[in-house]
């Protein structure tokens, strides 16, 4: 039963005052961040603000209660919101109720059969293709009300035709709307360079709301287009169950579940990089999955792991789950004692804060890799990326996990080489032997057989898990890696992160052929140095050994000076 304990009871432990402390100042400050960032995720959603503050509270809550992860924090995200308007347009607000329990229930099988470890396989170019695409759809939908476009019609929801409409009306743009909306922006970015203690998101939404209260600024408002927002939870109701709506509804529900996956166990990895700790995955999964059941009995929407929000999270110091406790209570003491004053806060400044939600999920620095990858991995990117934009998100995926998996069964099928065995093959295969070589006790030696290829990577990266029993400078024998693609490349990359950041040096030898060719057009000669990259095992020791002579004790700084020494 210790494979399903919540990090929240394992948390009780040595649980002391100071823990309390730093907890309770992080919960109320990401308690803080989360409440902008909820309402504009209800809005541009097609439901209510006080939709997305439910959600908040209540996801919130129990993610952190019953999660595997110390500081993930848990809530409605960017990732969900071009899916929920769509299942809105489509069936409903009963139909996205009834995909966000089923939802639930998919997570729940994907947990307890640990079934969900199988989308860390999902082919790097894929999310971020998807990713980008859903970045780009959010910021379209903040253009009307950044604008202040004045227009009774509905926007629509499909990324072509709400291009046109809203340059069909650009002509109304309310300039008031644009300054405050435009001012709210760079209060937002200027922010962290003044102070990290107020958050840009919170600072900007109270000068905002604090204006148009005082001076009776003309532009739209939560409470001009929804009539402000109600003191409290809300009664629970449980949603309609439409049995003839299961089967369409299905693909809606599954793309739900594997983008809540997805995103709680990448903003899980994130936390475990900042914290030091390690997340169960699979407890993680049951607790998105009894989240996703809960919240459409208080009107909510689909919940995952927030990224930004854990991240800040763990910068304001949170050391155990009480701190995710916080913040849902701190979120519900707004819905009840200030909750009238929301009526104030305009919808440009929501607009504002989606923009820079939108760039920071974006992962647009992933994009001058994945350009130096081979044409088949870009072309697999660029269709998810077009396919996100113009057509479904939930048709991207299917098509672009095809696509990869089509490129998996290619790549494998060339690995297989038959080659005459001449005696300049057998002399050559010397220099790589390992036998009666001896390995220095400041070195550990791994080496990676076969294809590291999305469906493996995740070998090379539980190494990271076990960097204490490393030697100073780490080998990893790459003569048998028959090939490679981004998401291995990016593993490789993680996996000289964690040992740069330990003070460890990592060193590559024997690549050949594909995986040869793939590594010198990507990243890691310029981010690991092009002289730790070897081609032979013969050439590794004597690097090893020139490195530890003229270096000694590896450390940190060491490191550094090493990967940035040129050629």
């Known amino acids: 039963m210790s494979r399903w304990t919540p990090k929240s009871v394992q948390a009780i432990k040595g649980y002391t005052r100071a823990s309390l402390a730093a907890d309770f100042t992080a919960g109320i400050t990401v308690g803080l961040v989360a409440l902008p960032l909820a309402m504009a995720f209800g809005i541009s959603s097609g439901v209510t603000p006080q939709a997305g503050i439910y959600t908040a509270v209540v996801a919130g809550f129990l993610i952190s209660a019953l999660g595997g992860s110390r500081t993930q924090i848990g809530g409605p995200t960017g990732a969900f919101v071009v899916v929920i308007a769509a299942i ?321 069964i290619y790549q494998v099928s060339r690995t297989t080489v038959v080659a005459p065995l001449t005696a300049e093959a057998i002399g050559a295969a010397k220099s790589h032997i390992v036998q009666d070589r001896v390995i220095p006790n400041y070195v550990s030696m791994f080496h990676v057989q076969g294809p590291l290829l999305f469906g493996a990577a995740e070998k090379l990266k539980e190494l990271a898990y076990h960097l204490d029993g490393l030697q100073p400078i780490v080998i990893l024998r790459l003569r048998y890696m028959t090939a490679i693609d981004a998401t291995g490349l990016y593993a490789i990359e993680q996996f000289h992160e964690k040992l740069h950041a330990s003070g460890r040096v990592l060193l590559l030898c024997g690549v050949r052929g594909q995986p040869k060719r793939l590594i010198y057009t990507s990243n890691l000669p310029r981010l690991i140095g092009a002289r730790n990259i070897l081609p032979h095992i013969g050439s590794a020791l004597h690097r090893a050994q020139d490195i530890h002579d003229n270096f000694g004790g590896i450390g940190e700084e060491t490191a550094i000076v090493l990967a940035e020494a040129p050629v």
């Open 88 to 408: 809105i347009a489509r069936h409903g607000l009963s139909g996205l109720l009834m995909v966000t329990m089923m939802s639930g229930v998919i997570l729940l099988f994907l947990g307890f059969t640990g079934l969900g470890n199988a989308v860390k396989f999902i082919p790097r170019p894929v999310v971020i293709g998807f990713t980008n695409g859903i970045a780009v759809l959010i910021a379209s939908t903040q253009i009307k009300d950044f604008l202040g476009l004045r227009t009774a019609d509905r926007v629509p929801s499909e990324f072509i035709e709400r291009m046109r409409f809203i340059g069909d009306h650009i002509t109304s743009v309310n300039a008031v709307t644009v300054i405050l909306a435009v001012a709210s922006l760079a209060i937002i970015l200027l922010m962290p360079r003044i102070t990290r203690r107020i958050p840009g998101s919170i600072a900007a939404l109270i000068g905002a709301t604090v204006c148009v209260a005082l001076f009776d600024i003309p532009v739209e408002t939560i409470g001009s287009k929804f009539g402000g927002i109600p003191t409290g939870l809300p009664q629970i109701q449980l949603p309609q169950l439409r049995i003839d709506l299961i089967l369409p509804l299905l693909p809606s529900a599954v793309t739900v579940a594997l983008l809540a996956a997805i995103e709680s166990l990448l903003s899980a990895v994130v936390a475990d990089s900042m914290s030091g700790d390690r997340h169960n995955s699979n407890v993680e999964l049951v607790a998105q999955g009894v989240a996703n059941l809960t919240v459409p009995l208080f009107g909510g929407i689909p919940v995952t792991g927030a990224i930004a929000r854990t991240a800040t999270n763990i910068r304001s110091g949170a050391r155990t789950p009480l701190a995710g406790m916080i913040h849902a209570l701190t979120l519900l003491c707004i819905l009840l004692f200030a909750a009238p004053l929301a009526k104030y806060i305009p919808l440009g400044t929501l607009a504002a804060v989606l923009f820079v939600v939108a760039y920071n999920m974006g992962e647009w620095r992933e994009i001058p890799f994945i350009l130096r990858l081979d044409r088949k991995d870009i072309a697999v990117w660029l269709i998810t990326f077009v396919l996100t934009v113009v057509a479904d998100l939930t048709i991207a995926v299917e098509i672009g996990m095809m696509l990869a998996a089509l490129l998996y």
